[in-house]
């Protein structure tokens, strides 16, 4: 595969140019499929939760409200569990999220 036949868009996601006929499309389509999991996921956290964020409460769209995974992605990996369990997700503000990361 050169790497002609692969783009990057602003996301950062590799995708194939249609042209590129015979070319394995696999991981590319995956990674993707990935995306649009996780895009759902997203959503159905922040519907379950009301767009609060679920640490101080503010429900402040400004504050970018985010969904964050309470078990992270690696793990779950790791031990072969789902990624996308709506259980796994917690509703926070982007302030919130970073606290929750830096520890
Ligand atoms: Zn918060």
Same mark, same amino acid.
């Given at each position: 595969?050169?790497?002609?036949?692969? &783009?990057?868009?602003?996301?950062?996601?590799?995708?194939?140019?249609?042209?590129?006929?015979?070319?394995?499309? +696999?991981?590319?389509?995956?990674?993707?499929?990935?995306?649009?999991?996780?895009?759902?996921?997203?959503?159905?956290?922040?519907?379950?939760?009301?767009?609060?964020?679920?640490?101080? +409460?503010? &429900?402040?769209?400004?504050?970018?409200?985010?969904?964050?995974?309470?078990?992270?992605?690696?793990?779950?990996?790791?031990?072969?569990?789902?990624?996308?369990?709506?259980?796994?997700?917690?509703?926070?503000? &982007?302030?919130?999220?970073?606290?929750?990361?830096?520890?």
């Amino acid at each position: 595969m050169s790497t002609s036949d692969i &783009r990057l868009d602003k996301n950062g996601i590799r995708i194939l140019k249609p042209h590129g006929r015979g070319t394995c499309p +696999g991981k590319p389509i995956r990674r993707i499929r990935m995306k649009a999991q996780y895009h759902s996921w997203r959503k159905a956290v922040l519907q379950r939760d009301k767009y609060t964020c679920q640490k101080c +409460g503010t &429900r402040d769209r400004r504050k970018i409200i985010t969904a964050h995974h309470k078990t992270p992605l690696w793990k779950l990996v790791r031990k072969g569990l789902p990624l996308f369990d709506v259980e796994n997700g917690i509703t926070l503000c &982007r302030k919130c999220h970073d606290e929750e990361d830096g520890k």
